[in-house]
């Protein structure tokens, strides 16, 4: 698989390394400064000490050249890429005050992205053999949804509207609202559809087989069938017949998945992706071994 880490719009990851950077090191890095030599330069390694899959290599790099663009990163490992415990995805080379710096936010970002990689790759490698597309939803961590979602497609997965401005998509609470006017979400559709541009894709999401044939014959692009079983989804799915794209959402877990698949759905929205992916365990280690700047501490440094 090869992912473009130019997918990732540049405004918005020089957003997040800026703030992370601000975040970690507001004033300095007043260890490394009273401790090691300005001088001093170093070489690391990230390693793998579980398996998984790459997200966030470019990411990395790019925290550390903004730290100090003379810091060289060399990435070993392809984002989109299986790795095995013990591999080395990178090394990196450079002044060693700005290497210490940059470490731990490089380490944070690029082991939250491998952590939904593998999540998301997991979930595809059990829907195998099925239409099922795995997608991601808007349940990120604020501020980080461009990375997160790149790492959604690191795992093969695909992404849903990434905000609120990109389509319609009406959950239960829209509906509440309407029906406590006395609107029918048929009428409400409807109306819309006669609103908006013909390129505004519209989703109505639904909770019970008697609710899907008045939201496909509004004129629907996809339905949403939420927290149906998959004996409920099968008989969605014959309900619908082609008239509209079928999505299927909550109570999706590596556990449920296949069999959510099975009953064949278009796609299935899965909020663990992002809000439950643990980061992976990679690690950073100086290489003690590596040849460094011979450096003599003057008195005061």
């Known amino acids: 698989m090869t992912i473009d880490p130019g997918s990732i719009p540049p405004h918005a990851l020089r957003r997040v390394i800026d703030t992370a950077l601000e975040e970690d090191a507001p004033w300095g890095d007043v260890t490394s400064e009273a401790l090691i030599p300005a001088a001093a330069t170093a070489a690391a390694t990230l390693g793998a000490r579980e398996p998984g899959v790459l997200s966030g290599g470019g990411v990395f790099a790019a925290v550390m050249h903004a730290v100090d663009p003379s810091i060289d990163a060399v990435l070993h490992v392809a984002d989109g890429t299986p790795f095995a415990a013990g591999d080395v995805i990178?090394?990196?080379?450079?002044?060693?005050?700005?290497?210490?710096?940059?470490?731990?936010?490089?380490?944070?970002?690029?082991?939250?992205?491998?952590?939904?990689?593998?999540?998301?790759?997991a979930h595809v490698a059990a829907t195998a053999g099925t239409s099922a597309r795995i997608v991601d939803t808007r349940k990120t961590?604020?501020?980080?949804?461009?990375?997160?979602?790149?790492?959604?497609?690191?795992?093969?997965?695909?992404?849903?509207?990434?905000s609120l401005s990109d389509a319609v998509l009406a959950k239960d609470n829209h509906l509440a609202v309407l029906l406590a006017g006395g609107i029918g979400i048929g009428d409400a559709v409807a109306a819309a559809r006669q609103r908006l541009g013909h390129t505004v894709h519209v989703e109505v999401e639904v909770d019970r087989l008697d609710q899907i044939e008045p939201v496909v014959a509004a004129g629907v692009d996809t339905i949403m069938l939420d927290n149906f079983t998959p004996s409920e989804l099968t008989a969605g799915v014959g309900i619908v017949a082609g008239r509209a794209l079928v999505e299927a959402s909550g109570g999706v877990s590596l556990d449920t998945v296949a069999a959510i698949a099975a009953a064949g759905v278009d796609v299935i929205s899965v909020g663990a992706l992002t809000h439950s992916a643990r980061a992976l365990d990679l690690g950073l280690d100086i290489d003690v071994a590596a040849p460094v700047e011979h450096v003599t501490v003057p008195a005061g440094d």
């Open 90 to 121: 990178a090394t990196v080379t450079g002044p060693a005050r700005a290497v210490l710096r940059a470490e731990r936010v490089a380490l944070n970002l690029v082991q939250r992205m491998s952590g939904i990689a593998t999540t998301t790759a």
């Open 141 to 162: 961590t604020p501020g980080l949804r461009a990375l997160e979602r790149y790492a959604v497609r690191c795992g093969g997965g695909h992404n849903h509207r990434t």
